[in-house]
């Protein structure tokens, strides 16, 4: 069972474009909600993440929106650049317990010149 | 600072032959590692996770097996590869209180021919 569901699977757009990647979750008890960002070949890199206290959370040009109530949260790219073409994985967890990341199944982002 | 090792980076090997992949983290103490799979273009797939020396969960029955003879040494092994078992190798870490936050490392590609 997909416990962390993304959309859409890939995206392309215009540089300075904003790529907006969606997820939609299943268990209310998860309360840690992270974001990765994978180049190909390598290992994801835990790029920022939120907690369901606050409903946006900035760093740099990445923003994450989360919406409890439709157990949804997004990841905006400002100002996007071809540097950020890569695959995003959404994940969640509970911060008590399991110690195990659900996560999604990735969206694959291009940024054209 | 912490530091998560992989190797080999890649590995090609005939199907039934045994493997072995090392994944090592320095700057931390009694962390949990883990082991992920990821096929080409899909998500990651939790194989193993441990708390512990010698505490080993395994998440997907299989013919991989996971030991940690040290603190900070995980290991994934096969006795016979499968065709199937052809993919990319992330080993990841956390801190033993918070397993919610993962830090990959740079993976093992592993061609089974």
């Known amino acids: 069972q997909q416990q962390v569901k993304q959309s859409p699977q890939s995206l392309i757009v215009q540089k300075g474009g904003i790529p907006i990647i969606n997820c939609a979750y299943e268990n209310t008890a998860f309360d840690y909600f992270p974001w990765y960002q994978q180049f190909p070949g390598k290992g994801p890199a835990l790029l920022i993440a939120?907690?369901?206290?606050?409903s946006e959370k900035k760093e740099g040009r990445f923003t994450i929106s989360f919406n409890k109530s439709a157990k949804q949260f997004s990841l905006h790219i400002m100002d996007s650049q071809p540097g950020d073409s890569a695959t995003y994985f959404c994940a969640a967890s509970r911060r008590n317990g399991n110690n195990r990341l659900a996560f999604g199944k990735g969206n694959q982002v291009v940024v054209i010149p | 600072s912490q530091t998560i090792h992989q190797w080999p980076a890649t590995l090609v090997q005939p199907v039934g032959s045994p493997l072995s992949l090392e994944c090592t983290v320095e700057g931390t103490s009694n962390p949990n590692l883990y082991w992920y799979r990821q096929a080409a273009g899909r998500g990651l797939q939790l194989l193993f996770y441990s708390v512990g020396i010698g505490q080993i969960s395994s998440e997907v029955p299989q013919n991989l097996s996971a030991s940690r003879p040290q603190d900070r040494q995980f290991i994934l092994s096969s006795k016979k590869l499968l065709l199937s078992d052809s993919g990319f190798y992330l080993c990841?870490?956390?801190?033993?209180?918070?397993?919610?936050?993962?830090?990959f490392g740079p993976g093992t590609r592993l061609t089974v021919t």
């Open positions: 990841a870490w956390s801190s033993e209180d918070r397993g919610y936050e993962q830090y």
């Open positions: 939120i907690r369901p206290d606050v």
